[in-house]
């Protein structure tokens, strides 16, 4: 049965920089073997830190699978760049004929699964593996429709509190029952960007995320790097599918599903996820719902409002 590892589709998306890098050097290494049987895998025990789907089997060591030759050469040339400025070029040399998944899942993330009904159902992995009940569940941003997902999809099986944060929820795309949407030009806009040059991208798209300007300036430069440097860790295929997902999925169908008593926290001055698209729009389809909005807040509330939000967070959970 195929499948995904939720684990895996993290660490390989996520992180994929890291363990790209390296996964790389060993098909140069290991004698064109990945994880042959007298090397170590990389961790003693996946269990402790895997939770397996319902569509995938965690790779292991044993299946010994061949490094394509494209693959070695392409390591041979990039090896020593940075992997997250070499992605665009690994992705566009290794798409077609790449056919070792743990060298393809590093350099590209895992090859599908960037949408929500795949998102939903890890969520569900893990609520079942971990006994987890009586949950309250808090999606910022891009996993806000995670939570909605989760509460139509899975019925928000074990869960008695939800909460968005900045969260994309109903519906980001504008047309023509939902005027106050984003242009879908806009999202093109970022589509190009990220593939045309990611760092300088990402080094404008945090200034507006956490509403830094030639006045105001609510967090440090080293918090601005260290956004731009997770960013970049993550595999450009995932970065790409993932901003397609939260810009056209539409979740005004799920909102009927939140039976739970729902919080919603918005920034008046989100430019990145504007509010009256997100949250006002939330809190107006959701049953037991409250909206709480954060004057001049924007999107990275969670960095300039944290006290406040740790704060409302923690006075609604005490509600149970």
Do not use: W
Not at 12 to 36: C, D, E, Q
Not at 161 to 172: F, G
Not at 261 to 288: E, F, M, Q
């Amino acid at each position: 049965m195929k499948s995904k590892n939720t684990a895996l589709r993290i660490a390989l998306g996520a992180v994929g920089g890291i363990i790209g890098t390296a996964v790389l050097f060993s098909a140069l290494t290991a004698n064109k073997k990945l994880f042959p049987e007298d090397e170590a895998p990389l961790r003693e025990d996946p269990g402790e830190f895997m939770v397996e789907t319902a569509e995938n089997a965690a790779l292991t060591k044993k299946e010994q699978t061949e490094v394509p030759k494209i693959a070695e050469m392409i390591a041979a040339n990039v090896l020593h760049f940075s992997y997250g400025a070499s992605g665009g070029a690994l992705y566009a040399l290794l798409r077609p004929k790449a056919k070792n998944p743990l060298l393809e899942g590093a350099a590209l993330g895992v090859a599908s699964g960037y949408n929500y009904d795949t998102l939903a159902d890890d969520l569900a992995s893990v609520i079942e593996e971990t006994g987890a009940t009586d949950a309250a569940i808090v999606g910022f941003s891009m996993g806000g429709g995670e939570v909605a997902r989760y509460m139509s999809r899975h019925g928000g099986k074990n869960v008695s509190q939800a909460a968005l944060i900045s969260s994309v929820v109903p519906y980001m795309l504008k047309t023509e029952d939902n005027p106050d949407g984003t242009d879908r030009a806009t999202f093109d806009q970022i589509t190009e960007g990220i593939k045309q040059d990611r760092p300088g991208f990402f080094a404008g798209f945090f200034k507006d995320f956490y509403g830094v300007g030639l006045i105001s300036h609510p967090v440090s430069d080293e918090l601005l790097e260290a956004s731009r440097n997770t960013a970049m860790q993550a595999s450009l295929k995932a970065t790409l599918a993932c901003a397609e997902a939260f810009a056209t999925t539409d979740f005004r169908p799920d909102l009927a599903s939140f039976t739970v008593p729902t919080l919603i926290i918005h920034g008046t001055s989100d430019k990145t996820v504007p509010i009256d698209a997100a949250g006002r729009a939330a809190a107006k389809g959701i049953a037991n719902s409250e909206l709480i909005e954060y004057d001049g807040a924007p999107h990275g509330l969670f960095a300039t409002h944290k006290e406040q939000l740790t704060s409302d967070l923690l006075a609604f959970m005490s509600r149970k």
